[in-house]
């Protein structure tokens, strides 16, 4: 069964260096998602991504974030200088269609990425 | 703006016992709703989902009904074992817009022998 995929799965880095998070998607799927869960609270929305540009993004998809699909096949996030509020799990997902019945996002295992 | 309230956890359960895990809604439209399970130390894994009203879902023992009337979609098993413990989350995704999921805060289900 397809699925989404999460490198690395464990990313610690100094406070203020840059880090890239990379998900590859479900082949044929159209709209990728970056999530994010700081430890103990719930699954916050960052950003969605259709058509090689961002359909929306949360407040807390600032200047730091970046998205990207470099290629056919991986989707990344990039925080440009890291900060300690920053360390939390980070989802990806991605979906076939944007509405309608064939609205389901699917997950990745997620990166936990810790700010020292 | 779209939002879900979960019941507050965590929720301590002896093994057979009967499971409710409460969640509501507010939303524009008619959402599909789902529920998630977290296990220690791993991703969202789907648990079950609805699309429209009336509808059930169910999966591993678990159900859930979309309730338009009430906007609920309650998460209920009769018989939890000890390997149901994890975090459970209700969530909708938004019907305009980019189709986005809004999460409840999880509530944290413990099963004891």
């Known amino acids: 069964e397809p699925e989404v995929t999460q490198t690395p799965s464990h990313q610690v880095t100094q406070m203020g260096q840059e880090v890239i998070l990379r998900c590859v998607p479900i082949s044929n799927h159209l709209y990728f998602y970056w999530y994010r869960q700081i430890l103990g609270q719930k699954v916050e929305f960052l950003v969605s991504?259709?058509?090689?540009?961002?359909?929306?993004k949360s407040e807390i998809f600032d200047d730091q974030f970046s998205v990207e699909r470099p290629d056919g096949s991986n989707f990344t996030l990039k925080i440009r200088s890291t900060k300690l509020e920053d360390s939390a799990m980070y989802f990806c997902?991605?979906?076939?269609?944007?509405?309608?019945?064939?609205?389901?996002?699917?997950f990745g295992p997620g990166t936990r990425l810790t700010v020292l | 703006g779209d939002s879900v309230t979960q019941m507050e956890g965590p929720v301590t359960l002896s093994e057979e016992a009967f499971l409710t895990i409460n969640c509501t809604y507010t939303a524009t439209g008619y959402p599909s709703l789902f529920w998630y399970v977290q296990y220690p130390g791993e991703g969202l894994q789907l648990l079950l989902k609805a699309t429209k009203a009336d509808d059930k879902g169910s999966n591993k023992g678990f159900e859930a009904t979309y309730r338009k009337e009430t906007t609920s979609f309650h998460l209920e098993k009769g018989s939890v074992q000890v390997s149901d413990s994890a975090v459970y989350f209700c969530a909708l995704i938004t019907t305009s817009g980019t189709y986005k999921y809004i999460f409840g805060t999880g509530t944290r289900l413990k099963v004891l022998a």
């Open positions: 997902a991605s979906s076939l269609a944007s509405g309608g019945a064939r609205n389901e996002q699917f």
């Open positions: 991504f259709y058509n090689n540009e961002i359909s929306e």
